[in-house]
């Protein structure tokens, strides 16, 4: 079971990391990014913190 959590827990900050940098070439780099890609960029980092806040959330309760 942890295996299978340690890889959505890593899943979720490959998911931030993407789609922070869709969102920083938009706003930073100035490229032109479609309004899809930018929707999808929004919702990887939403999952991408959502993975994150679950792991950390089990593994307080585990430890408990």
């Known amino acids: 079971m942890q295996n299978k959590e340690s890889i959505k827990f890593f899943l979720g900050l490959a998911f931030l990391g993407l789609g922070a940098w869709k969102i ?23 999952l991408g913190l959502y993975r994150g806040f679950e792991y950390f959330k089990n593994k307080k309760t585990k430890s408990e």
């Open 24 to 46: 920083y070439e938009r706003f930073m780099l100035n490229k032109d990014v479609s309004n899809f890609q930018l929707v999808g960029s929004i919702f990887l980092v939403g």
